[in-house]
């Protein structure tokens, strides 16, 4: 069959809308220059650009969802009065204690703001403006008020046409009174007693009535339970003062006879002069006992012979008479040292000693004698002073143990007195306060009728809508990003897989005016210039075919086309690649091994009879399968033939090595199409027949890992691959635009085209 007169390239996959190609001629700078270049800042940008049209989805829908949803709102207005607490009752100061009423503590300001959002107070509320019936309130709310729901009818029937008196389990009224409480805020002023109320509602004039109607309750709560509080302790203070009076009296009665009992009318004054008399006899016994010391010390002097004693020394008589004998004595002891003892004057002398020494010893014995007289008397006015003392110590004893006890009932007595007393103020105080409203708690600016709404808030709301919805969208970017494991351009390739990219061919869709196969103006001259987009991928091939032929010394001559997985575009590769090669006089033939889908007869529009199946069944010589391309010069075709049942069978016979020798004896290259390598094992098998294979990829599609796993599974048998064909680039995409080489060939070959063409 002829081929249209205008042909171009095979589609990969026909499912991907056209877009406009262009020729990539992918030579990657080494990894330390990509290293250097690629800077966070610009793999940011590289990711936005990349994923801009879903950034903007997610930001669209987002901003518009808020949109919709802020003004489907319905307004709300809020009213606020302020309260002032106060730290202590000002009419009452002294009673607080006995009432336990708050100080201004932290604890009691916050306990006064739960009391204001209480269930009672707002029960009370409710049940005064009849809030129960009006359908903003006793509906409830549900997913963040988003939607409402009316209660069950009868419950709905009791609370909009019944009674006064409403039953606190009905439906309706339990759902106004958590609408109610969610309306109310309460919000405390920092370091002060004021607290602002604040009520929303959809009717301004409402709002502000339910809020100063809240705080008049408030107030009137607070006044009756401090009224009821007076009253308890009223009473309370009255039964204790009945049994107070009675111990009271008990304990006086008890004073009073003890007293009489034991003799006390001053006690105070007798217990001092009782201490008064017992310190003076302590006195005067201290000071007889000194004396009867020092009077002793003396007579026992004396009878030791001391002389110098105290009591001698003061005796005039005593020294005297020992002065005397003194002199006696020496002037006796010279003149018996001039002449004997018999002499007159010495016996004169020894006389007088003797007359003189007499009247001292007399006069010794009278001191002694005096001085043991004094000593006796002291010793018994000591005796005496010490039975005077433990006598007034029995009496000041005695007293004492009087008094501590009269203390004891002095006391009880006393205490008593004083609780009497302080609970009869109390309870008068108390009495008194009970017909005063006075309070702690005041308005300070009522709530008036607001003139705007609070919510929705339109700017803040599309502020939030347009902040939310640009991280969401950029933060979806970056999470797709970052689970996209695929091959995407030929940095992945060279850094995940450590090969070389032997060419990148641009994303192409197929149309009556992009055929399948290179025409043959493209195969031509690589100096014709690009008239159209189909030039672009041309010189895609172009480079492919550059690369094969440079990938290794000696070039390779029986190359083997594979895939990880179906529709990577691996047949339309081998084809373009065998018409590239042609278009350079080598005899090329295509070996079509694709024994699931072949598929290689219909891109190069022939019809052989005959194909390998024929060749490796035996039915059919080598001749006979290698079929010419028309209208294409060096170019053959070895057909697969019909499918067989066995394809793994029949590849591992001899024949099929046999038939790829005598295809390379013949021409100069052999491109050999296989099935995709998951799943079988028919490109295995070829790889041992063929001296090098190249690996088509399909960007964005096919995962890092698969692509390992086949790398892997050719390695472990010893197959060379040479490279990667990365098939199916978006050229518009950030991927490759980052490296240039897409602008640089759109205006060198575009812009000189349209001049040529001028």
Request: a neutral charge; hydrophobic letters at 40%; glycine letters at 4%.
């Amino acid at each position: 069959m002829d081929r249209p007169p205008d042909s171009s390239l095979v589609p990969f996959d026909p499912a991907q809308p056209p877009a406009p190609q262009a020729v990539i001629q992918m030579h990657p700078a080494p990894p330390q220059w990509r290293q250097e270049e690629e800077v966070p800042l610009r793999l940011f940008w590289r990711v936005l650009r990349k994923r801009f049209w879903k950034i903007v989805f997610c930001f669209v829908t987002v901003f518009l969802s808020v949109l919709v949803a802020t003004l489907k709102q319905t307004p709300v207005y809020e009213a606020a009065a302020l309260i002032e607490i106060d730290k202590e009752n000002p009419q009452i100061l002294s009673f607080k204690e006995i009432l336990n009423l708050e100080s201004n503590s932290d604890e009691y300001l916050e306990t006064q703001y739960r009391v204001l959002k209480s269930r009672s107070l707002a029960d009370k509320v409710v049940r005064e403006l009849k809030l129960f019936r009006k359908p903003e309130w006793y509906r409830k709310r549900q997913f963040l008020d988003l939607y409402r729901s009316d209660p069950p009818p009868d419950s709905l029937a009791s609370v909009a046409h019944g009674a006064a008196q409403v039953d606190p389990e009905n439906a309706a009224y339990r759902n106004t009174i958590e609408n109610f409480l969610k309306d109310l805020d309460i919000r405390p002023v920092r370091r002060s007693n004021l607290v602002e109320v604040a009520f929303s509602s959809s009717d301004s004039r409402l709002a502000a009535a339910v809020t100063n109607a809240l705080a008049t309750s408030y107030i009137d709560r607070n006044l009756e339970v401090k009224f009821e509080a007076t009253q308890k302790a009223s009473e309370w203070l009255r039964g204790q003062l009945v049994g107070l009076k009675a111990r009271l009296e008990k304990a006086e009665d008890a004073l009073q006879d003890y007293a009489r009992r034991n003799d006390i009318v001053f006690l105070d004054d007798k217990q001092t002069a009782s201490n008064e008399k017992l310190r003076q006899v302590e006195t005067e016994y201290t000071k007889a006992q000194a004396e009867r010391i020092q009077a002793e010390a003396v007579y026992r002097s004396l009878l030791d012979g001391q002389l110098d004693a105290p009591g001698v020394l003061e005796n005039k008589l005593v020294q005297d008479l020992s002065s005397n004998l003194n002199e006696l004595t020496r002037e006796y002891a010279r003149l018996t040292q001039l002449f004997k003892p018999d002499y007159p004057q010495a016996q004169q002398l020894k006389l007088q000693i003797d007359t003189v020494q007499r009247n001292l010893e007399s006069a010794k014995k009278t001191l002694i004698a005096n001085k043991e007289h004094l000593y006796k008397a002291a010793l018994e006015r000591e005796q005496m002073l010490a039975a005077a003392v433990q006598e007034q110590r029995a009496v000041v004893a005695q007293v004492a143990e009087r008094s501590i006890q009269y203390g004891i009932l002095k006391r009880e007595v006393d205490t008593n007195k004083q609780l009497y007393e302080g609970l009869l103020n109390r309870m008068r105080e108390a009495e008194v306060s009970a017909g005063l409203k006075a309070s702690n708690v005041r308005i300070v600016d009522a709530a008036q009728v607001p003139k705007r709404p609070v919510r929705p808030k339109v700017a803040l709301n599309l502020f939030l809508g347009l902040f939310v919805g640009l991280g969401l969208g950029i933060g979806y970017a970056f999470l797709e990003e970052h689970l996209d494991n695929s091959v995407k351009n030929p940095d992945d390739v060279e850094r995940l897989l450590a090969l070389p990219t032997l060419g990148v061919i641009p994303l192409f869709a197929p149309g009556p005016k992009q055929p399948a196969v290179l025409t043959e103006s493209a195969r031509g001259s690589l100096t014709e210039p690009a008239s159209d987009s189909k030039s672009h991928l041309a010189e895609a091939y172009r480079s492919l075919r550059t690369s094969i032929l440079l990938s290794t010394n000696p070039r390779p001559r029986v190359v083997l086309t594979t895939s990880a997985l179906a529709k990577e575009g691996k047949t339309t590769t081998t084809v373009n690649l065998a018409l590239t090669l042609a278009s350079l006089g080598s005899r090329v033939v295509v070996l079509d091994c694709d024994m699931r889908r072949p598929t290689c007869h219909k891109l190069l529009r022939t019809r052989p009879e005959k194909g390998v199946i024929h060749y490796l069944t035996g039915q059919a010589t080598m001749e006979e399968i290698t079929t010419p391309v028309p209208g294409v010069d060096n170019l053959h075709l070895v057909a697969c033939g019909p499918i067989p049942p066995n394809p793994t069978e029949l590849l591992s016979q001899p024949l099929a090595a046999s038939l790829v020798r005598w295809l390379a004896e013949h021409h100069d290259f052999v491109l050999i199409d296989s099935p995709p390598v998951v799943g079988v094992t028919d490109s295995r098998i070829l790889a041992t027949l063929a001296d090098s294979v190249v690996l088509v990829v399909r960007s964005h599609a096919t995962t890092r890992q698969l692509v390992r796993r086949t790398l892997d599974d050719f390695r472990q048998i010893g197959a060379r691959v040479i490279g990667v064909v990365l098939n199916g680039a978006d050229v518009h995409s950030s991927d490759y635009d980052y490296y240039g080489y897409y602008s640089y060939y759109k205006s060198y070959y575009l812009e000189d085209g349209s001049k040529k063409r001028g």
